[in-house]
């Protein structure tokens, strides 16, 4: 009777890892801490991509939000992220028009950033520039618009 319960225990103690791993698995939690806004007007629109075909394409990405800016920063928590590879850009929509706003030479003269805070010399930074992986339970990226 002692070996059933020994074995029972062993079995529940290998049962329970086996769901954290398969839990673990599904996803875990990505905090993304923005800095280098000028002001609190409008918002900072932000978008994960999971590939370099999204990112290249200019969609919405794998997972898009609208953040509030408070006191020059501000912060997104995706929950139940898959682990992976990903890109994120972000800009300040300061007018609240929906686009990134940018002057007759096609510069941006609202801020803007990415992951890793890459920069690109003639244009936006290319997808391996910016691309990250993410392969922790939990990770905090911080992006500096400029």
């Given at each position: 009777?002692?070996?059933?319960g020994?074995?029972?225990?062993?079995?529940?103690?290998?049962?329970?890892?086996?769901?954290?791993?398969?839990?673990?698995?599904d996803?875990?939690?990505l905090?993304?801490?923005v800095?280098?806004?000028?002001?609190?007007?409008?918002?900072?629109?932000?978008?994960?991509?999971?590939?370099?075909?999204?990112?290249a394409?200019?969609?919405?990405?794998?997972?898009?939000?609208?953040?509030?800016?408070?006191?020059?920063?501000?912060?997104?928590?995706?929950?139940?992220?898959?682990?992976?590879?990903?890109?994120?850009?972000?800009?300040?929509?300061?007018?609240?028009?929906?686009?990134?706003?940018?002057?007759?030479?096609?510069?941006p003269?609202?801020?803007?950033g990415?992951?890793?805070?890459?920069?690109g010399?003639?244009g936006?930074?290319?997808?391996?520039?910016?691309?990250?992986?993410?392969?922790?339970?939990?990770?905090?990226?911080?992006?500096?618009?400029?």
């Amino acid at each position: 009777m002692k070996m059933k319960g020994i074995a029972c225990i062993w079995c529940a103690v290998f049962l329970l890892a086996l769901i954290g791993q398969v839990a673990a698995q599904d996803g875990a939690t990505l905090k993304v801490s923005v800095s280098g806004f000028q002001n609190d007007k409008g918002d900072a629109k932000i978008s994960i991509f999971n590939s370099k075909e999204s990112f290249a394409a200019g969609d919405t990405g794998f997972r898009a939000a609208v953040l509030p800016i408070k006191g020059g920063k501000a912060e997104w928590v995706l929950s139940g992220l898959p682990y992976g590879t990903y890109a994120i850009k972000i800009y300040h929509d300061e007018n609240g028009n929906g686009k990134l706003d940018k002057n007759s030479f096609g510069m941006p003269k609202e801020k803007y950033g990415f992951s890793n805070n890459a920069r690109g010399s003639f244009g936006p930074p290319g997808y391996d520039q910016v691309a990250f992986t993410f392969n922790n339970t939990n990770n905090t990226i911080t992006i500096t618009v400029e």
